[in-house]
């Protein structure tokens, strides 16, 4: 009796084990989307450290296919089938390409075989930064290691910050993901300008160029969320770099990881809370430069020629109510070099595109305010109070337009409603609203494309006779 008693106990202690591994394996398992080069999608549940051989098996049965018959083509790579899966930088929801072989070509290349295009890009790509001495240079898995590639992004949906990114390739033409490139990326040029790799798309449907090569597309995802399909990308962040170098910040000489690396030629490096507090400094004085094709951007701080930051979501850095200023500064910007103004009733600011012969101004589209453009007062009839004889600009009401599209965000912020309407003036020259926190009279006006030198009282130009009678009010 009692050794049927210690039989139970075993055969139920046995159990138990097997449903808490069991437990344990779906705890850890993927949730993974196969999609086969004809358009048929499955949904599968792997366990991360399974192989690619195995993902065949699975994926052969339920297509009616031999694992002999079936490659698995993940980020520009037909997997080795020695692969493990938790190697290949995969998560929940990420797309796996299953295509059939072909008849005449030959079998997958030996396990022994380590050659370009066996491992996915987490196995085989190195830094970008790298020179191809450098590359020549690393002789022990240990510096491969650390020199392996790491990309950051800004997550705009559901992060909405600078993430981890992972690398992703498709068809340049088709967009599939079947497509296998004929050698790794090798710099931020080739991952970033058209038509650098070519490679094979094994999408069916897939009409590619006349007579030419295919090209590789490369895209960015976000590493800390799960995948939400194909079309889910992420903006690469491509200045900010892993600090392989140690290079020490330009501001604080401290070595951090990662670092913002400036496109000057001297490669300048800041660590990113520098980075954060030198735009602050720039955005706090209106010293961000309008460019015509890079927008509302900051050069290194050293003063380097040609260092413009050309991707403006690297000032994503910036908190959410910093990054809304920087916009409503660069839409205001952008109104006054395209040759609008900016409403000047407190609370208001909005962005008017009118003809440049207009003078009497209505804001319809905002508050309503009727000013005149010269000198951004209510409207009147006769010369501006600051003005000189005979410059006096053309009178009469015209016809003008708001582009919500390029002027929405031209509004002053909300919170300094009453410092605009007490302490602001415009500058005479640009019509950039300038504010007085003490101090004499002379001011400077802020924007770096003017500069122009300004008496706060008589709102004309610096002269010696303003120095002489009210320099200190």
Known sequence: MSFIVDFLKRFFQSMLQLLSFGRRTLSNSLSIYIKTNTGKSLSVDLDPKWDIKNVKEIVASRLGLTPDEVKIIFAGKELHDSTIIEDCDLGDQSILHAVKTRPSETRFRPENDHREGSQPFSKTLIDLQLSERERSDINSEEVSEKKKAHFYVYCASPCKRMQGGKLRVRCASCRSGAFTVDRDPRNWTDVLEPNQITGVCEDVNCVGTD???????????????????ENDEAVPLYLIKSNIHDVPCLACTDVSDPVLVFPCDATHVTCLDCFRAYCRSRLRDRQFWTHPEHGYTLPCPAGCRDSLI????????????????????????????????????????????????????????????????????????????????????????????????????????????????????????????????????????????????????????????????????
């Open 310 to 473: 050309t991707e403006v979501h690297h000032f994503r850095l910036l908190s959410n109510q910093e990054y809304a200023q920087y916009q409503r500064f660069a839409t205001e910007e952008f109104v006054l070099q395209a040759g609008g103004v900016l409403c000047p009733q407190p609370g208001c600011g909005m962005g008017i595109l009118a003809d440049p012969d207009c003078r009497r101004i209505t804001c319809i589209s905002g508050c309503g305010f009727v000013f005149c453009r010269q000198c951004l007062q209510g409207y009147h009839i006769g010369n501006c109070a600051q003005e000189s004889e005979g410059t006096s600009g053309p009178k009469g009401n015209c016809d003008y337009a708001v582009d919500p599209n390029r002027a929405a965000q031209a509004r002053w912020d909300e919170a300094s409603k009453v410092t605009i309407k007490v302490s602001t003036k415009p500058c005479p020259k640009c019509r950039t609203p300038t504010e007085r926190d003490g101090g004499c009279m002379h001011m400077v006006c802020t924007r770096p494309q003017c500069g122009f030198h300004w008496c706060w009282v008589c709102q004309t130009e610096w002269t010696r006779d303003c120095m002489g009678s009210h320099w200190f009010g």
């Open 211 to 229: 007579d030419g090569p295919m090209f590789a597309q490369f895209y960015f995802k976000c590493a800390d969320h799960p995948s939400q399909g």
